[in-house]
């Protein structure tokens, strides 16, 4: 059986281990404090604490992308090992990947599942049940590898696995998932939202789910995506305005037409939870 | 027992003769098309067709504003019956109620509650089970006026009853609901979103649930808000044209700080729904 290490042990990293324990294979988990470790002991996600990754023939890699870069540029790999990591930027990483010679396998991974918390103990070996997986590949990824990677992804239990280049990851994620961070985390900043207990709706409720973001890893997620990231906020400010202004000049007919255009698009968009 | 009477049978007016009928009321519906009246009767959401206003101790309207509006203004009641709307701006409604003497007695509701779909076939019995209802009162109102109200949104299993003044209503709805459907709205906008299938979770669901709004309704309901709405609109695009310039720029501080600032404001806020 192969030797499989999950590093570090958040919410993506604790529930991979959950949920391949869960199927079956045998995973230690690394992590750089101990508690992290414990926790997972006792819950039964791991079977001990990884002391050197080069013992492993596996190796998925759940930490931000600063230190995941820093990992594959510097890391000490088994021969041949596969390794993957789970950013939600996709180029960095695979540019510093292919950067020099390595003697290990690479795949990406953007797991598309998560909570407005954060941490092992909001891990859990259901996190990924039907989420899609997107699966990240250059010309230089070989077959067999995603094949591989695969055989893992099912283990887990993703719904739809997705293949694309790691730019086309970046420029969609930042509309499907950086730019709903950002809207979120801005939205909860109006004045009014203070007195507004009891006056919302499940609306609101979906607007601000996910405001709470860590600053820090989001930080580095924009910052490694700011092209892409950039336009969708242009794009989304200037509709914005669009709305706003025909609002306040009073033109009916300009605002209507803008809410319909919308309400066309949504109705072509596949509704996933609906 | 009183004669009760609901205007509009879409989802909010279908919804309430459900929800008052299971509890043991008898109602009669009031609609422009017989389509709508032909589907409550079958589902038992009501007992008759109504045929004259006048005949009723207590109507419910819960048609758009303008419509609302009008009926408030020259609709036919018996003396002294209990008229409440149920639209998504009060003080216009409010305005149109006490511009000159009339017979019948007024209480503004906003039931929080709604699917992203509309019509009575999205009528359910139980759509307020636990949702909030805001009853708007002025000087003029009557305490025994909120509190026969109040009998009925027991009835209809509302969860947390507010009172306010009809400014306050409008200032607040503004951000918790109003705003939300124009984000929606806007987000499904982007070129990405054509190209998304499979590259989506949850926080892309939350933010492009409601953005399929009927135009017309918003319109109205948008116009007849233009000062809050406007007020919170600025201050949302300004938000994120912060994160914009800082990402912009590479100043990871600014926008780590701006990314805090929000994640310090959510977790003052009650989660309704988590």
């Known amino acids: 059986m192969k030797k499989i290490a999950v ?40 079977r001990a604490k990884a002391e050197r990754l080069s ?20 890391g000490e790999f088994k021969n041949g090992a596969l390794v993957a990591d789970i950013c939600g930027v996709k180029s960095v990483v695979e540019a510093a990947v292919y950067e020099r010679e390595r003697n290990y396998r690479y795949v990406g991974l953007h797991p598309m599942a998560g909570k407005e918390t954060s941490g092992i103990t909001s891990a859990s070996p259901n996190l990924f049940k039907n989420a899609n997986l997107i699966i990240t590949r250059s010309d230089k990824t070989l077959e067999t590898d995603v094949a591989e990677i695969k055989e893992y992804a099912k283990a887990m239990r993703f719904g739809k696995l997705i293949e694309c280049t790691s730019k086309e990851h970046d420029q969609k994620i930042a509309l499907t998932s950086q730019l709903a961070h950002l809207v979120s985390n801005a939205y909860v900043k109006s004045e009014q939202v203070r007195h507004c207990d009891g006056f919302t ?31 969708e906020l242009d794009g989304l400010i200037q509709h914005l305005a669009e709305y706003r202004d025909a609002i306040a000049s009073g033109d009916e007919s300009k605002l209507s037409e803008a809410l319909k255009a919308g309400r066309l698009i949504r109705e072509t968009i596949k509704r996933g939870n609906d």
């Open 7 to 46: 590093v570090g042990l958040g919410i993506i990293g604790g529930s991979i281990c959950g949920a391949l324990t869960s199927a079956g294979y045998t995973v230690d988990g690394y992590n750089r404090s101990d508690a992290a470790i414990e926790y997972a002991l006792q819950k039964g996600y791991i």
């Open 201 to 231: 709706g499940g609306s609101f409720q979906d607007m601000t789910r996910i405001a709470g973001v860590d600053e820090n890893m989001w930080t580095e997620l924009y910052m490694r995506n700011r092209e892409y990231i950039v336009s």
């Open 55 to 74: 013992d492993y023939d596996v190796v998925f890699i759940a930490v931000p992308p600063t230190a995941t870069i820093e990992l594959l540029r510097n």
